[in-house]
């Protein structure tokens, strides 16, 4: 069962605008992690921000913040003030569990590709 | 601070002949350690995880096969390519962390096979 969803295959942005870019995931562990990944064309993996399931507030990371609707389960990544240099593809991750020496089992989403418009 | 080095960038193999990807962490200790697999225009599909030396994890059954002779090193071999282990491979490595564990990733191998 697919467990991180991305259903936005592409998305276009104004420079200077904001966009959201959607994540919904499916877990039955109350515990839990989510995580925004960019990935520009060279290809390398760029942490962006993390959200844990039991955290009060919504993560920011200065332009970056993670919309965060528990019930919904969805981890929606909003970009402010949008700059030529984020396009790339996003992606949305989960880790599951609690526990140490799980190992790094973060399933990934398919990816939404952004494209920032001067 | 800690680096994470993989290579080669680029490779191009026939069908039939084996594989050889090594990665390699530098700055930290007994990290737990990663291949990922990307097809073109896909997300990122996990093959193999290693929580410490000699201890290997498979995520999907394939051709494929892992080891970690050392702490900081990861090697992503196979005895027989097919055209389908064609994609981009990714090598990473993270600290326990209950939950809040991110990856950190190599710069990636791009591997087609002929």
């Known amino acids: 069962a697919q467990k991180i969803t991305q259903t936005q295959p592409g998305m276009f942005v104004q420079e200077k605008e904001a966009v959201t870019l959607d994540c919904t995931y499916d877990?039955?562990?109350?515990?839990?992690?989510l995580f925004w990944y960019k990935q520009p064309s060279s290809g390398e993996m760029i942490f962006l921000i993390y959200?844990?399931?039991?955290?009060?507030q919504n993560a920011t990371e200065g332009r970056y913040s993670l919309n965060f609707q528990k019930a919904r389960k969805s981890a929606n990544l909003v970009i402010s003030a949008s700059q030529l240099g984020d396009s790339a593809m996003y992606f949305c991750?989960?880790?599951?569990?609690?526990?140490?020496?799980?190992?790094?089992?973060?399933?990934f989403g398919q990816g939404t590709e952004l494209s920032v418009k001067p | 601070s800690q680096t994470i080095h993989q290579w080669p960038a680029t490779l191009v193999q026939p069908v039939g002949s084996p594989l050889s990807l090594e990665c390699t962490v530098e700055?930290?200790?007994?990290?737990?350690l990663y291949w990922y697999r990307q097809a073109a225009g896909r997300g990122l599909q996990l093959l193999f995880y290693s929580v410490g030396i000699g201890q290997i994890s498979s995520e999907v059954p394939q051709n494929l096969s892992a080891s970690r002779p050392q702490d900081r090193q990861f090697i992503l071999s196979s005895k027989k390519l097919l055209l389908s282990d064609s994609g981009f491979y990714l090598c990473?490595?993270?600290?326990?962390?209950?939950?809040?564990?991110?990856?950190?990733f190599g710069s990636g191998t791009q591997l087609s096979v002929l």
């Open positions: 990473a490595w993270s600290v326990d962390q209950p939950r809040r564990e991110k990856l950190f």
């Open positions: 959200q844990g399931s039991y955290d009060q």
């Open positions: 991750a989960m880790r599951e569990g609690s526990y140490y020496n799980q190992g790094g089992k973060l399933i």
């Open positions: 700055g930290t200790s007994n990290p737990n």
């Open positions: 877990t039955s562990d109350p515990s839990y992690g």
